[in-house]
């Protein structure tokens, strides 16, 4: 089993900067060749000298210094460094590799021992992940796990929190396009069915950016008055004094409230008539989902681009199905739909699922399986599970999820 690596490329296409909490590292996939001629990405990364010309050694060798201890609880030995032999231990360093101040990367003698590769992944695997929210380099990292005989089903949300969703849709709309391999499979989250109700009245009103960020600011204050209007009607059910105590505050909020929103609006020269419900769903995916993050980026698209990704969002799938050495699995981003109407629809067609487009108009239907959390709906997995299905769901967040040995460390979002 001992192969011996003859080559080690450097693909520069796929440098990442700015990834995790350190100001500028980058990280590389180098293909390693075997001297059987079988070959391999492995992750590698840089230590930069110089960070616009200053050197932040503290916060970058803090970060090497960790390196080894995040790669193991990941489950992986297959990374290299290249760079500074002190800043990282000693094990895993093929010191033989430098970055010249042109950014160009020169290779001097290379001496593969000090390099450990371990086979991790077996080929043609299906896999799913969920809720990558912007964070491109993440998705990268996800791809590069997989061999080109593996499918990766996306379970939504990979927009807005993350500065870079639109890219994230980008590849795979282009990965799509052209056949690629991994084949990967995007099921619509809610934070794209908001992004997709939030363009269609962009375009309806024809709003421009000033009037969205003032119909924000006055929908902020509209998801105030309907939360708190919400609270007055559970405590309404109690009579006690501490009750009627916070109702008085509730009531007296809500008029603060409603200040706020007409003191927003009389911003606007000419108010469009845009209901408080719209007003609230701009606010609610701009605003408080941090979808500004993903409409800065989108409005810098050409208009085809922008169109092309409408329509791939428009024909994602809401819900898929697959099966596996006859074991039958659903994949959704939330929950499934609490009907035997869908299981029975499913099975009968012989397609991968439903598309979003053709159910467009049954809101209650696409609220259950996008934006309802599994714990409010146990009788719908129930449902499932009693038809044979294994649900995969994204969503809401479990801490930890054990694969395997490994452990992978979820973030909440
Ligand atoms: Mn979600």
């Known amino acids: ?41 492995i992750k590698a990364f840089t230590y930069p000298d110089t960070i616009n010309g200053t050197t932040n050694h503290e916060a970058i060798n803090g970060f090497f210094q960790r390196l080894p201890n995040l790669m193991k609880e990941q489950g992986r030995e297959d990374y290299i460094f290249l760079g500074r032999l002190e800043l990282a231990g000693s094990t895993y360093i093929a010191d033989r590799f430098y970055r010249l101040p042109s950014g160009e990367i020169a290779q001097a003698k290379f001496d593969i021992d000090y390099l450990k590769i371990k086979d991790v992944i077996e080929p043609g695997k299906h896999y799913a992940i969920s809720d990558i929210h912007g964070y491109y380099g993440s998705y990268l990292d996800a791809l590069h796990m997989l061999t080109p005989q593996d499918t990766l ?86 009579n006690s004094y501490y009750d009627k105590w916070q109702i008085y505050e509730k009531e007296k909020a809500i008029q603060g409230y409603k200040q706020k929103k007409s003191d927003a609006l009389s911003q606007l020269t000419s108010p469009k008539n845009l209901t408080d419900n719209e007003i609230a769903l701009l606010s609610a995916w701009l605003w408080a989902n941090d979808g500004y993050l993903t409409y800065n980026q ?57 598309i979003y487009s053709a159910v467009a108009n049954y809101e209650p239907l696409i609220k259950m399986c996008i934006d309802t959390r599994k714990t409010d709906n146990y009788d719908a997995f129930q449902l499932w599970k009693n038809s044979g299905y294994t649900m995969i769901i994204g969503h809401t967040p479990s801490k930890r999820v054990y694969c395997g040995k490994s452990k992978y460390k979820f973030h909440m979002h």
Request: net charge negative; glycine share 4%.
């Open 1 to 41: 089993m001992d192969k011996k690596i003859i080559n080690i490329d450097i693909g520069k296409k796929t440098i990442i900067s700015n990834k995790n909490d350190i100001p500028i590292y980058d990280m590389y996939y180098v293909t390693v060749t075997y001297d059987n001629k079988e070959t391999k990405t």
């Open 153 to 238: 089903f996306i379970l939504g949300d990979v927009i807005d929190r993350g500065n870079n969703g639109i890219a994230i849709l980008q590849d795979i709309i282009s990965r799509k396009k052209t056949s690629q391999n991994p084949k990967i499979i995007f099921l619509l989250g809610n934070h794209e069915w908001q992004m997709l109700q939030c363009l269609d009245l962009i375009s309806k009103y024809q709003l421009s950016s000033t009037e969205i960020s003032t119909y924000c600011e006055a929908g902020k204050w509209i998801i105030n008055i309907k939360d708190d209007e919400n609270d007055i009607n559970t405590i309404q059910k109690s």
């Open 298 to 354: 989108f409005i810098l698209l050409t208009e085809q681009e922008k169109q092309d990704l409408y329509q791939f969002l428009m024909n994602s799938l809401l819900l898929a199905k697959i099966q596996i050495n006859d074991k039958k699995f659903c994949l959704i981003h939330a929950t499934p739909p609490n009907s035997q109407e869908y299981i029975d629809l499913i099975e009968e067609k012989n397609e991968l699922g439903i």
